[in-house]
């Protein structure tokens, strides 16, 4: 998750009453090391606020670790039934729309998941490079294109942020534009590979984007 992205999060969150919020199921959270210190921005901004204010998180992952209250793919009916156990009043899936084959099958079982006036908050990137986590499909949809996977909602709040670029990163580590720079004439080499880091380059100049979007069920 961007810095950017868990700011909006935290600030669109703020305003929502923490009835309508806890108990929330974080879906795709990773763990606990991944949140608080690879990325503590999403602690600090997003689940040190949300739990001062009094809202549960349940986060819930793939692998079993420290930090996941619920293990399993959320794809096995088992590992659905479990999270419907939590009576979540909201969910948060976070980056993993572009993860997955079947998006509308996830769409509907994160719906199944919330009551009627239950809250559904995604983020996806909009403008972002290639990543594998194990695949990217390069879903890179818009709110509305989003929100149309999830029939009988209405958009509470949505938009298209601005979230840095790539230049962040090698304003931390130039060196590493030189060796994009000298990849450019090795595409013969690990074509892949040579796909991706040439296209890195887009971002230099382009922002990276996120869509932000919440809903309410009908």
């Not at 009043?89 to 996830?106: G, I, K, T, Y």
């Not at 670029?165 to 595409?187: E, I, M, Q, V």
Request: glycine letters at 4%; proline letters at 6%.
């Amino acid at each position: 998750m961007l810095y950017q992205e868990a700011e909006w999060l935290s600030r669109t969150l703020d305003r929502i009453p923490v009835v309508e919020l806890s108990p929330m199921l974080n879906i795709g959270s990773s763990t606990r090391e991944f949140r608080e210190r690879i990325q503590p921005h999403i602690h600090s901004l997003i689940f040190t606020r949300l739990a001062a204010r009094g809202v549960r998180a349940v986060h819930c992952d793939l692998k079993e670790a420290d930090g996941v209250d619920i293990s399993g793919d959320i794809f096995d009916d088992a590992t659905l039934d479990a999270m419907r156990q939590v009576q979540a009043s909201s969910v948060l899936c976070a980056n993993m729309f572009e993860h997955v084959e079947n998006r509308q099958s996830l769409a509907d079982r994160l719906l199944s998941l919330v009551p009627p006036g239950g809250l559904i908050i995604l983020t996806v990137p909009r403008s972002y490079p290639y990543h594998k986590d194990p695949i990217d499909t390069l879903y890179r949809p818009s709110p509305q294109a989003l929100a149309e996977l999830f029939p009988n909602t209405e958009i509470v709040s949505g938009e298209i942020i601005n979230a840095g670029s790539y230049r962040d990163k090698l304003a931390k580590k130039p060196w590493r534009l030189l060796g994009h720079l000298l990849r450019l004439f090795t595409p013969f080499y690990r074509y892949q590979r040579w796909q991706q880091s040439v296209g890195k380059l887009y971002w230099i100049v382009h922002p990276y984007q996120v869509t932000c979007l919440i809903l309410k069920k009908s």
